[in-house]
């Protein structure tokens, strides 16, 4: 079984960069085309950015150009690296495959605040 373990949110000024960490367990991730994913408050979860297992990456527009999205082969991680952090941002991020393939994890929270 998969699992997933989502860390490094935190609570930053706007402006500010924050380095998420998704851990793979039970799984080798360059096997599969991953993803981050962002659930605000009563709202649905919307996918973030993507990397395939060949590195092809992508993007939601409002993040393009902020957000950086790899992977670790050897460290079996994601990561997904925020910068220019705006108040909007702010979410509980999740990650899994492109096709929510594997159980959700807890998420991390980030919270973009003055």
């Known amino acids: 079984q998969v699992q997933l373990v989502e860390s490094g949110g935190g609570l930053v000024q706007p402006g500010g960069s924050l380095t998420l960490s998704c851990a793979v367990s039970?799984?080798?991730?360059?096997?599969?085309?991953m993803a981050w994913y962002r659930q605000f408050p009563r709202r649905q979860r919307e996918r973030v950015a993507f990397i395939t297992s060949l590195h092809t990456t992508d993007y939601l527009e409002s993040v393009k150009g902020r957000f950086t999205i790899s992977t670790d082969d050897v460290r079996n991680t994601m990561t997904l690296q925020m910068d220019s952090l705006k108040p909007e941002d702010t979410a509980i991020y999740y990650c899994?495959?492109?096709?929510?393939?594997?159980?959700w994890g807890q998420g991390t929270q980030v919270t973009i605040s003055e």
């Open positions: 899994n495959t492109l096709s929510e393939a594997f159980p």
């Open positions: 039970g799984g080798v991730i360059n096997a599969y085309n």
